[in-house]
């Protein structure tokens, strides 16, 4: 009798110090996600990345999603985009063509990659939809375009590469890329100048037909 006292005594033993270890173990890891969980910001103490604005002297940096329309668009040599939708509204992403100047430094992205990089060729001017698109989109004919100098790469960027740089340089309204660091829903944004930069250079780094052409020499090379 004492023997089987003693067994059961033995099994309650090990089955607690079991549970304690499982406790043990799930507690350390519960700490260890906590200690990798990004910490939360409040919203007093927030830092965003400041919105670009231009600076006299220097172009100012867009990035255009052209998703179905960049094949058609960097063939001709523009971007374009209507200036009303179906039911008479703007949208800020159509609006911003407005703001391209000569000479400004525009980054071409397709799903995910910037497959190329221009030079806005002058400044936007009503355009009713060119030729290359009316085949394939119903938009209202009524625009406003933009003349490009197209350089089209042979190996894009693919932006996701960059998604933690994109995050902490794109925490501004009407950023180009999400929280996630995915593009956003729209056509032609203004991005940060410095984000701008790391992917001309990763652009130069892929494509060395690229360290030759004179703006994007200057833009890497600023301070």
Not at 20 to 48: D, M
Not at 202 to 218: F, G, P, Q, R
């Amino acid at each position: 009798l004492q023997e089987i006292e003693d067994a059961k005594i033995a099994r309650a033993k090990k089955q607690a110090d079991d549970a304690a270890r499982i406790a043990y173990v799930r507690q350390k890891a519960f700490e260890e996600a906590e200690r990798k969980r990004p910490a939360k910001r409040s919203a007093s103490k927030a830092k965003t990345a400041p919105v670009q604005k231009r600076v006299a002297g220097k172009p100012l940096t867009f990035i255009v999603f052209q998703s179905k329309t960049y094949d058609k668009e960097s063939r001709g040599g523009f971007i374009w985009a209507p200036s009303l939708n179906a039911t008479g509204k703007k949208f800020h992403h159509w609006e911003r063509l407005l703001e391209v100047q000569t000479g400004d430094i525009i980054l071409h992205a397709k799903g995910g990659l910037i497959k190329g990089i221009s030079i806005a060729k002058g400044e936007c001017y009503d355009c009713q939809q060119p030729e290359e698109l009316l085949t394939q989109f119903t938009w209202d004919k009524e625009g406003r375009k933009v003349d490009c100098d197209y350089t089209d790469v042979k190996y894009p960027v693919k932006t996701l590469d960059f998604v933690e740089k994109i995050i902490s340089l794109c925490d501004t309204k009407y950023s180009p890329f999400n929280k996630n660091g995915g593009g956003n829903m729209g056509y032609l944004y203004v991005i940060n100048r410095d984000l701008a930069k790391l992917f001309v250079e990763e652009m130069v780094k892929l494509n060395s037909n690229l360290e030759d052409i004179d703006y994007i020499k200057a833009l890497i090379s600023e301070e």
